[in-house]
């Protein structure tokens, strides 16, 4: 059973540029939630996708996009990159069922090391 | 804003020890509270977590005790091994099967051995 996986693992770019990464959720996951993490801080959540949507959305500009494919995978584009961007951008998976109230067991994957210069 | 924030950054533990690692939070509303666990270069692994209408609740070796009044959360891991040395996050989510769960700093456990 495959876990959550990511790709690429690390890159480079430079300000100014973009960047997609991509993620494939948990077998069986419908929901993709994406997280940056900072050296030394804990995750700060980005955005969540649930049926192809965007369903909640932390404190992050619009240059952070996002999209969920049929599938369940999903990618985090950031358009216009700053040097603050640099860090670790983790990828969740969970199963939502609507109406019933769920627990924050997320699963996570190794995440994106992203270095901005 | 609303936050998850943790009362000290580092811990060190004599292996055997239980190690307690403490949590304040903010949103009185959250309706889940969560422990997880992150060691170098992977991502944050769940715990164990509670719900707001709960104060104790036991896992393996880990027990998580939450105190509404005072807003206060702690993992008790009993029995420190190496293997425990990571940075554990408590967390928080709200009632709805959509709301965010938002992470706190963290607090890196050394067990020496």
């Known amino acids: 059973d495959a876990g959550v996986t990511q790709s690429p693992t690390h890159l480079i770019k430079t300000r100014g540029q973009q960047v997609t990464l991509r993620c494939s959720p948990k077998s069986g996951h419908d929901t993709v939630s994406w997280y940056q993490q900072a050296l030394g801080q804990g995750p700060q959540f980005i955005f969540q996708y649930y049926e192809e949507e965007e369903r909640q959305r932390g404190n992050f500009p619009d240059r952070f996009s996002g999209h969920q494919f049929p599938n369940y995978s999903s990618e985090l584009n950031v358009n216009a990159l700053l040097l603050g961007d640099s860090a670790l951008y983790l990828c969740a998976s969970s199963f939502l069922t609507s109406g019933v109230l769920t627990t924050g067991e997320l699963f996570f994957g190794e995440g994106s090391r992203l270095t901005v210069l | 804003g609303e936050s998850v924030g943790l009362h000290l950054p580092t811990l060190s533990v004599q292996e055997g020890d239980n190690s307690i690692i403490n949590c304040a939070y903010s949103?009185?509303?959250?309706?889940?509270f969560i422990w997880y666990k992150q060691e170098s270069g992977k991502g944050p692994q769940f715990i164990i977590d509670?719900?707001?209408?709960?104060d104790k609740r036991q896992g393996q070796r880990v027990t998580v005790l939450l105190n509404k009044t005072v807003k206060h959360l702690s993992l008790q891991i009993a029995a420190t091994q190496p293997g425990d040395s990571a940075v554990y996050f408590c967390a928080e989510k709200g009632e709805t099967s959509y709301d965010k769960v938002i992470f706190g700093p963290g607090t890196s456990l050394s067990v020496i051995p």
């Open positions: 949103n009185s509303a959250s309706d889940y």
């Open positions: 509670i719900r707001s209408n709960m």
